[in-house]
Each structure stands twice: as structure tokens, then as C-alpha cells.
């Protein structure tokens, strides 16, 4: 039985200690002795050194117990176990089955670090510093590390990039430089060979959402030093990427896109940012307070087992199949949208007025918002919570259960999965000379009169003119923790 003979089994000291020690052909070392313990190269090993007649393990392991502040989640941390194998022989067969190992497991060898300065708490810089180039070192992982300078400047490196250079790209920032790097590499020429490089995110911003759904996946806890462990690891997942579409403009999605109260907060609290942190909190409170309510229509092929949600689409059928011809475009050589067509009867509606319409593609927003508990990385889906109505009181009540996904329970939320996506954005019902902001991953895509910086900022699309999304399933690639 080849799968349990050992590839090595020998008497040796580890960390001084006369022991057993085997390595199996699955990538466990093992060692019985006045301790025991084992170690299994693909979840714990960063690396190893010969250092004279020693062999020294680089490893990163759980840290027993959970962590200190009570959460469940794993957390890990540095531990080097030194083997002094019998002869140099030994020594030199430890070093070339352990390489094979490694070897086997496809890690990435070259990596470009993009770290955005100007995110979050302005502390990528440190965090890559501290707590991912010294896991990378271990690990021997080369690297090339590029600051972003300007907004859109990760987008340009994507963009301009020779991807045959590079294992994977590790974005050390939050979502919006990941965002940024997509859609640089799906308006190369060569996009369909670009897209598939792996990206790594690292949280280091302010809306860490997309790290924050990989390692809660797995019950880890969202800490700079699990997802570097996850990039050096290696193992990759597909991750759906929504096509935002309006007329000739597009613009590709990862995370989510909102309009009415989730937007307006997110976008309007700007305004307070000197309040820190409390902003989200003391300005959620004002608007709903002062609800706004949203005229305008939404539109959606539901996924199946959705399929009675909405009202059945009469009068616009001929605008929804005419949709089914805008994949095609004069820039033939990007990215320009999955090949996806639907018949007019698969489409259902709702009219407004709205008071949210959110769309997400994983289930965490942010660190500590969980929109859609369902969501999942790569089921060529996008979850839509959409909110209709809702008595004040119900809604602060729904709105405080977003931490933990908790508000798709509530009888004034209609949460459910569709393929492709229509949006007609209206005026508000009460101020009809005032329309709405529709953010998609964090940036504003289109902001109405009446609204946060109307007219100071020129937005990639309009409000008004309907917008379009269909989903490609599992186009992107991600490094993940499982
Ligand atoms: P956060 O989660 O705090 O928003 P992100 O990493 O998502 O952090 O980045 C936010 C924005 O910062 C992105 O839109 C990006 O284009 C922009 N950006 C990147 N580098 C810089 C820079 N040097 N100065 C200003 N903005 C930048
Ligand atoms: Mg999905």
C-alpha cells in the first residue's frame, strides 16, 4: 500500500529531542518522542532551510485554544521546528522529498503586491511590512511590491501588465483595488488568458469585504496574516463577475451594487467623515429618519427556484430581448460581457417606490455587514435583498441585523438569486426633483440631481437611462483559503 509507506521514517532530534519521525506521501511529518506533534506541509508548512546538520522547518500554525478576544475563528501564528536528521545523507533526502512536496502543491513563486497607501486607516504600507513580508520570506516567495499612486492606478497596472511575469496578483488594500485590477485585466487584449491569474487580498482597507467572505468561508478570522497564508498556500476558487451595462459604457463587478438607502449612506456620510467610524451609524439613523422612497422598476431573470418572485413583464418586452444584442460592441478587443441571452417570459418585474435594491455577489459587504448569507463565489448568481416598503421601526430592527445576515429573515425583505438584471432608477416619490446614487463596489457608478456632489464629479454612467447586469460565472480567479 503505497499511500501509507512512508517516504521517510528515521530516528532524529527534533528541537533537541531523540525522536520517531516520519514524512508521509500525503505531506505529513510526524514525530513521537518525549513530545510529539506533526505538521502537514500543505495547511502548515511556509518553508524550510538546511542550516548546517539541521533542517529548520518554517511553519505557521493554528494557535491552540481560539484566539484571546473569545471568537471561534482561527488564528495562527510562527513556529520553526528544527530536525537534525542522522547523516547528511538523511539531511539531503529531507530536503528533496520536502521540496517535491512543496513542488506538488503548485504555489505561487513570482507575485505582484499592489499596496494602496491612501486605503482604510492609511496603514497598508505597515501591515504589508509587518505582517505579510516576513510570512513571505519564509516562504521564499518572490515578489515585486508597486504602491498605488492615484485612484485607477492599479487599473493601469492590470491593464499594462505582461502577465507571463507574474503567479498571481496580491492586492494589499481594500475591495477597490481588486476591483480596479479586474477591470484592468478584462480590458487587455489577451483578457481571456489574463483573467484567469490568480488575485490575493490581503485586508488592509476600510470595506475589506471580499477578504472577509474568503476567510469567514472557512472560519478564519479576517487578519492580514491568514490571507497572505492562503495567497502562499495556493489554492484557488473562480469567483463570478458581473457585466454593468448602460448604452455603450461597462463597467465589471465582484462585490455588489446598491441605490436608495444603503447608497445614500454609504456615499452621503462623507459628509461626516470627520465623526471616524460613528458616520455609517449616525448617518443610517438620519436617513431613516427621513426616509427617502425611490420611484423607478427593477427588473430580473430569477435563477431557478426563484422563479415566483416579481410580476410577469408585459409592455417592455421589447426593450429586455432587445438587450440580449448589447454584448456586441465596436472594442472587440476587451472584455465586453458573458454571451447570454433570455427570452422576454423569463424576465419578471416590481415597481417602486423602492426604499433599497442591493445586488451582492459574496455575502460579506464589509468586516462586520453580512448583506447576503447565501451568496456564493462562483454560482453564476447574484443575490438581490431588495426592500419595498417598510414601517420605520421594522426597518432600523432589519438594518441592525445585518451583521449577521439575520435581515433577510424580516417579513419586509424579498431576498433572492437572479441571473441578469435590469434597473430603471427613478426620482424620489416625495422630492421628484431629486433623484438617487447608485454605487457599485464602493465607487459611485451614476448619482441623480439633487444628490451628494452632483455635477462636481463626472461618474462613469448616468441616472436615468436604465442599467444592465448579467453575471459570468466563475470567470475570475481568486487564491483562497480552501
Ligand atoms: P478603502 O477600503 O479604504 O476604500 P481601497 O483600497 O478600497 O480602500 O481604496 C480606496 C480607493 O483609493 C480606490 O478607489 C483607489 O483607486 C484609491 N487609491 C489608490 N491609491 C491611491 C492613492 N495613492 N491616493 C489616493 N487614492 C488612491
Ligand atoms: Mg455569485
Known amino acids: 500500500m ?24 500525503s505531506g505529513r511529518i510526524e514525530w513521537r518522542g518525549k513530545s510529539s506533534g506533526c505538521l502537514s506541509v500543505d495547511a502548515d508548512v511556509l518553508g524550510y532551510a538546511a542550516e548546517g546538520s539541521a533542517l529548520r522547518i518554517r511553519a505557521f500554525v493554528k494557535k491552540s485554544g481560539g484566539c484571546c478576544c473569545g471568537h471561534k475563528e482561527v488564528v495562527r501564528e510562527r513556529r520553526d521546528v528544527v530536525l537534525e536528521p542522522s547523516s547528511e545523507e538523511s539531511l539531503g533526502l529531507w530536503c528533496e522529498r520536502l521540496r517535491q512536496c512543496i513542488d506538488s502543491l503548485a504555489r505561487p513563486q513570482n507575485l505582484l503586491i499592489l499596496v494602496n497607501p491612501y486605503g482604510g486607516k492609511k496603514s497598508a504600507s505597515k501591515i504589508f511590512q509587518k505582517e505579510v513580508a516576513p510570512l513571505l520570506a519564509a516562504a521564499d516567495v518572490k515578489y515585486t511590491l508597486e504602491e498605488t499612486q492615484y485612484r485607477f492606478h492599479a487599473k493601469e497596472i492590470a491593464h499594462a501588465l505582461d502577465i507571463s511575469k507574474y503567479d498571481g496578483i496580491v492586492c494589499v488594500s481594500g475591495d477597490g483595488i481588486i476591483v480596479e485590477v479586474i477591470n484592468g485585466l478584462l480590458e487587455k487584449e489577451d483578457w481571456p488568458t489574463a483573467i484567469k491569474m490568480p488575485i490575493g487580498i490581503i485586508p488592509a482597507g476600510s470595506g475589506n469585504g471580499m477578504a472577509k467572505s474568503l476567510l469567514d468561508s472557512v472560519e478564519e478570522a479576517c487578519v492580514a496574516s491568514n490571507a497572505t497564508f492562503a495567497v502562499i498556500r495556493g489554492h484557488k476558487r473562480a469567483l463570478d463577475v458581473a457585466t454593468v451595462l448602460q448604452e455603450e459604457t461597462r463597467f465589471f463587478s465582484v462585490l455588489m451594487l446598491s441605490w436608495g438607502i444603503v447608497a445614500d449612506i454609504d456615499i452621503e456620510s462623507e459628509k461626516y467623515r470627520w465623526m471616524g467610524g460613528a458616520r455609517i451609524d449616525f448617518y443610517s439613523i438620519v436617513r431613516m429618519i427621513d426616509l427617502r422612497h425611490y420611484n423607478g422598476r427593477v427588473s430580473f431573470v430569477p435563477a431557478p427556484g426563484y422563479e415566483v418572485y416579481g410580476n410577469p413583464v408585459s409592455e417592455q418586452e421589447e426593450s429586455l430581448s432587445r ?6 460592441s465596436e472594442k472587440q478587443c476587451a472584455y465586453l460581457g458573458p454571451m447570454c441571452s433570455f427570452e422576454p417570459q423569463e424576465w419578471r ?4 417606490p423602492f426604499i433599497s435594491v442591493w445586488l451582492h455577489n459574496v455575502p460579506w459587504g464589509s468586516e462586520t455587514v453580512m448583506p447576503a448569507p447565501d451568496a456564493k463565489f462562483s454560482d453564476g448568481y447574484l443575490d438581490l435583498i431588495l426592500v419595498r416598503d417598510s414601517p420605520k421601526l421594522a426597518l432600523i430592527e432589519t438594518m441592525a441585523k445585518l451583521s449577521d445576515g439575520g435581515h433577510v429573515k424580516s417579513p419586509h425583505v424579498l431576498y433572492l438569486k437572479v441571473k441578469a438584471f435590469y434597473l430603471e432608477p427613478g426620482q424620489r416619490a416625495n422630492e421628484t426633483d431629486k433623484g438617487g446614487i447608485i454605487d457599485c463596489d464602493g465607487e459611485v457608478l451614476a448619482r441623480g440631481q439633487g444628490t451628494y456632489k452632483f455635477g462636481q464629479q463626472q461618474d462613469l454612467m448616468a441616472y436615468g437611462p436604465p442599467i444592465y447586469m448579467t453575471v459570468d460565472k466563475g470567470l475570475a480567479t481568486l487564491f483562497s483559503p480552501k
Open 2 to 25: 503505497a499511500d501509507s509507506t512512508p517516504l521517510i521514517a528515521e530516528e532524529a532530534l527534533v528541537d533537541g529531542n531523540p525522536s520517531t519521525v516520519t514524512l508521509s506521501a
Open 323 to 328: 438587450l440580449n444584442s448589447l454584448s456586441k
Open 349 to 352: 418585474t416590481y415597481d417602486g
